[in-house]
């Protein structure tokens, strides 16, 4: 049988390849590879897109973060409340500020922050919090925002979500090939309604320069490539109907029956679908089973960071975030992109089910 694979990145831009190459062209034919015109007008889109006042392109994700960290002032002596169940990068930026990452519990559930944990941890160092929608699923930034500190929306996995960059004081994207919005290499972006936050991460990118002349902040450099804006204008063209294929094969594995052989992720109307995670004490068998049919599954954060060595000096234990844990030895996702078909997916529920004894 055909090895099925986890993403197929390839499937959703093979049909763009004339337009992605002419894109390409138009920039070789510029010459203008840094912070062109492609940068500028993709700013407006996504901006437009995001329903926000402002977007800056930075080189990924990480930097993303890192750049609100340090418009906002977070450094040393300060603290930021961030789930441990996530990509390392949402704690690493933490500690390159120089500030301390404080871990939050997640809820087995939603797979995000837990409200409550987060309110028991805030505390007179908190300078901000980072809501992490993970896997696409749209975190609980109305309530964590209510906590009167500033939020800061780790939107890496979820481009495309309309629940997302509301409440939060700005949000940080990252366009990762595997992301819903994806670049053909490195990217990144942040997007805020504060005009004085976009114009600090803006000068941030270049070296803390507004003209290239006078440098009034130290800064990095971190621009979003104008290469890779070209590429990414055509593909935010087509992100909703991406987002639509994606919740439309989630929707598919409920109706083929993949709930009764584990816990399926559950939907919300603002859920993006970056992957397609679910839970199972018979995780490890299920996986097993699954590389033997040739499925690609993966596993997550099987290492959370609360118990990552580079974090080791914080001083958390195993046992001290009991949801996080949980998520840690449970989760597994099954593959999903944008386009993925039925006869595909049918073969994936089959072997899951012939892994996992049916729930009563
Ligand atoms: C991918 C990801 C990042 C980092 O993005 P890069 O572009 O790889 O630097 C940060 N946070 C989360 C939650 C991610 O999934």
Known sequence: MRPIPLV??????????????????????????????NVAAFEREAAAYLGVREAVGVANGTDALVLVLDALGVGPGDEVICPAFTFYATAEAVARRGATPVFADVDAATMNLDPEDVAARVGPRTKAIIGVHLFGRPAPTGELAQLGVPVIEDAAQAFGSPEIGRMGIAST?????????????????????????????????????????DFELLGYNSRLDELQAAVLRIFLSELDSWIAERREAAMRYADLGLGAACELPEDEPGHAYHLFVCRSPERDRIRAALKEASIGCAVYYTTPLHLQPALSYLGYRAGSLPGTEQLARENFSVPLWAGIDADTQERVVSAVQAAAPVAS
């Open 8 to 37: 197929d990145v390839k499937a959703q831009y093979e049909p763009l390849l004339p337009r992605i190459r002419e894109a390409i062209d138009g920039v070789l034919a510029s010459a203008d590879f840094i912070l062109g015109p």
């Open 173 to 213: 994207f990252s366009f990762y090939p595997t992301k819903n919005l994806f670049a053909l290499g490195d990217g990144g972006l942040v997007s805020t309604d504060d005009p004085e936050l976009a114009e600090r991460v803006r000068m941030l990118r270049f070296h803390g320069s507004r003209d290239k002349v």
